[in-house]
């Protein structure tokens, strides 16, 4: 089928604006270069599974009081670079982060065991001291058990920071504003946690517990800069924040089904330092159903 020579010359136009708006919208906008920040960020508890055997078609709720004996540790990061982007070319930068557990934190844990089934389902509500959820899925077995976990948790913390900023409108070619700016605010920030978790059943009373935890903190995805020509939130030219890994082992003692008395060590480590942050977790726990 031929079309006529007008709306095919007409067409090409067409895409060809549409791909030179999308290019120049995407260039638009603010950015900032942190050169030198202080951040902080909160690390959730770690979802260690039941502890012990469920019962098929069974559903358990259970509390949990955790007390951690290291409650703030601060890292000097290194290899942290701002990528390079239109206005900016790549530069290092000299961050420090925070990684702040407060000792004493609660949790509520909602696990079904499907009938007839090995699989667990439920999820996890904590205050350490700022709020997270996870949901987790696992296999719930006589020996032992094993499964993973998501997990989001907010944060409001204080960060520092300084380096250079550019405000544009329109496209890349048009910039409202640029500078310096030196900056300390309070930020929010909604951190992504994913686990895994095993148990071994000994007995019916003791297990064996492990877990591997993977944080993405989002504690620099965006900045706010007040003291500048054009105020407001900043994309930061940053690279991905600072993955976080944890390892946990332990053990748990549950008492009449109902009762369970857990201790464990936990070691947080990332690729921008080479110095881990042990600590030792102690808690109780007890079944409401």
Request: proline share 4%; aromatic share 14%; glycine share 8%.
């Amino acid at each position: 089928m031929k079309y006529p020579k007008i709306e095919i010359v007409l067409g090409w136009r067409v895409v060809f604006f549409l791909v030179v708006s999308i290019f120049l919208c995407g260039c638009s906008g603010r950015l900032a270069n942190v050169t030198k920040g202080s951040f902080e960020t909160n690390l959730p508890e770690p979802f260690l599974g039941a502890g012990t055997y469920i019962y098929p078609d069974e559903f358990r709720i259970r509390g949990t009081l955790s007390y951690n004996t290291r409650d703030k540790e601060t890292l000097a990061l290194e290899g942290v670079i701002n990528e390079a982007s239109s206005q900016f070319p790549e530069e290092d930068a000299d961050i420090d982060l925070t990684v702040q557990k407060h000792p004493f934190s609660g949790s509520v844990d909602f696990i079904y065991k499907l009938e007839k089934w090995l699989f667990t389902l439920g999820g996890n509500m904590a205050i350490n001291p700022y709020p997270s959820i996870s949901v987790f899925a696992g296999i719930n077995g006589l020996y032992g058990e094993c499964g993973f976990a998501l997990g989001l948790d907010y944060l409001r913390s204080k960060a520092i920071y300084s380096g250079h900023y550019v405000s544009m409108d329109g496209n890349w070619l048009d910039r409202k504003s640029e500078g310096d700016f030196e900056e300390g605010h309070y930020q929010k920030n909604i951190n992504l946690s994913l686990f895994t978790y095993s148990s071994i059943f000994i007995t019916s009373k003791w297990s064996l517990n492990f877990s591997t935890g993977l944080y993405l903190p989002s504690v620099w995805d965006e900045v706010y800069l007040g003291n500048v020509e054009e105020p407001g939130d900043y994309e930061s030219e940053l690279e991905m924040g600072p993955i976080i890994f944890s390892q946990y082992a332990g053990a748990t003692l549950t008492l009449l089904n109902r009762v369970q008395l857990r201790a464990g060590e936990m070691v947080y480590y990332t690729i921008h330092s080479d110095e881990p942050l042990w600590q030792t977790n102690i808690s109780v726990s007890f079944f409401v159903l």
